[in-house]
């Protein structure tokens, strides 16, 4: 598209208005490390130009609308190890900031059995404009403060911060963490084994969901694909629940990653 041009979604009414908040959040408590976190599903908030997609309260507290208890571990874990935070602004029922665009999940019809009666049948135009509105902006800002962190090294660090329900499709899932990675074990390997070293702790390498490619959009996109170091970590809600959940699993996460984070020689391109 030229530069001046209209878009495509420009006939649309727009979709965030003056009572909705920014589709990002940056925190910023310190650049310790060249390394940024970033929060995927922080946000269980849906605009108010679509009301509430169809869904009763109960529905979008549950984990098909947001990581629960992600963004206080994500914002904690950012003032422990002093590193810049990006977050997404809205549920993933809107759109899902680690999906590619054209992936059948990047806008849900169904989420763990729940009908989303305001993601039926959607026009092109409509899921670009969630795109265009949610999606980019948010990409964009995580792509601008890595780019700050890498005035301090060649290949900054890039941590992605999830949480997983304790039950799936009825089974129940027994890790207490995961470690979701792909090619590249520089932060993988080495965190797996430091959690591992915690007595009763259950890790899961790639478990429960895999960071194999095409899996985790923003990882790939924003390091894997330039060959800087990154990880993505999941922990289970239940353990998230309360003030004392998400203070222990900082400090847990923050002493596993110090370490690693403090290896100059972790900061160098290098594709697998």
Not at 63 to 73: K, N, P, R
Not at 113 to 124: A, H, Q, R, T
Not at 185 to 210: H, I, K, M, Q
Request: hydrophobic residues 40%.
């Amino acid at each position: 598209m030229s530069r001046g041009s209209a878009r495509l979604t420009d006939a649309l009414p727009a979709l965030l208005g003056p009572g909705d908040p920014p589709p990002y959040e940056r925190l910023r408590v310190g650049q310790r490390f060249p390394a940024v976190l970033a929060c995927d599903h922080a946000s269980r908030v849906v605009p108010n130009s679509l009301g509430t997609l169809g869904l009763g309260p109960s529905q979008l507290a549950r984990h098909i609308a947001w990581d629960i208890g992600a963004s206080e571990l994500a914002r904690r874990l950012a003032v422990q190890l002093q590193i810049p935070l990006v977050l997404a602004g809205f549920s993933r029922l809107v759109i899902d900031c680690n999906r590619q665009l054209h992936d059948a999940t990047s806008i849900v019809a169904v989420s763990d059995g729940d009908i989303v009666p305001g993601n039926l049948e959607l026009s092109p135009d409509h899921r670009r404009q969630r795109a265009e509105e949610i999606f980019e902006p948010y990409h964009r800002a995580l792509a601008g403060e890595l780019d700050d962190a890498a005035q301090q090294a060649p290949a900054p660090a890039l941590i992605a911060i999830h949480s997983f329900t304790e039950r799936m499709g009825g089974a129940v899932r027994p890790w207490h963490c995961g470690v979701l990675w792909d090619r590249d074990p520089r932060l993988a390997l080495p965190l797996l084994a430091r959690l591992r070293e915690e007595p009763g702790l259950v890790v899961g390498d790639n478990e429960p969901y895999s960071g194999r490619h095409p899996a985790d959009y923003t990882i790939d996109t924003h390091a894997e694909s330039r060959g800087w170091p990154h990880v993505c970590i999941e922990v289970r809600q239940d353990l998230l629940q309360g003030d004392a959940g998400v203070e222990s699993w900082a400090r847990r996460l923050a002493h596993c990653l110090e370490p690693l984070l403090a290896d100059e020689a972790l900061y160098r391109p290098r594709h697998y």
